[in-house]
């Protein structure tokens, strides 16, 4: 016996017809039961009373800083009572034309550098040091950076 000969216990068209059924009563349902059954307020209820709705925002991205280390330096410069500093522009006066005795180190000992001129302009780049009853400055010229050394105070006057 052939399987094509044999009656089928469901056909094709009862499968379609209970498809199209079970759609239409699940659509049916949900009509019913989303649409059409009245919202329940409670009692005392107001008709206009509305849903609080309490949005959180998402986090964001903040930038962030991150402090560096930067070395700090303190320099503490003595300042003078004619107003001598290390870091003030000084010319040479009063020294009766012959000049101011520059020497590589600060006293009256020892060797001379040069004699500076009177009106000639230094900068003071180091100092003071007291030796010899004299106040010693180290001096650089504003002109020749080859031109230094140390020289007393009493001979020196800042220029404004």
């Known amino acids: 016996m052939n399987h094509d000969d044999q009656p089928r216990i469901i056909s094709l068209?009862?499968?379609l017809t209970i498809l199209v059924l079970g759609m239409m009563v699940f659509v049916g349902l949900f009509f019913f039961f989303a649409v059409r059954l009245?919202?329940?307020r409670g009692s005392g209820?107001?008709?206009?009373?509305?849903a609080l709705l309490t949005v959180i925002p998402a986090p964001t991205l903040t930038p962030t800083?991150?402090?560096t280390k930067v070395p700090q330096t303190l320099e503490i410069h003595y300042v003078s009572e004619d107003g001598l500093s290390v870091g003030t522009v000084v010319e040479v006066y009063d020294t009766g034309s012959t000049g101011l005795s520059v020497r590589p180190q600060p006293g009256t000992g020892g060797y001379l550098n040069f004699v500076a001129q009177e009106g000639e302009r230094f900068k003071i780049i180091d100092g003071p040091d007291s030796r010899?009853?004299?106040i010693w400055w180290?001096?650089?010229s504003v002109n020749d950076p080859d031109r230094s050394?140390?020289?007393a105070s009493?001979?020196?006057?800042?220029?404004?």
């Open 13 to 15: 068209t009862s499968c």
């Open 38 to 40: 009245p919202v329940n």
């Open 45 to 50: 209820a107001d008709e206009n009373a509305r």
């Open 65 to 67: 800083v991150y402090a």
């Open 132 to 134: 010899n009853d004299y």
């Open 138 to 140: 180290k001096l650089e």
């Open 149 to 151: 050394g140390w020289a």
């Open 154 to 160: 009493n001979f020196l006057r800042a220029v404004r």
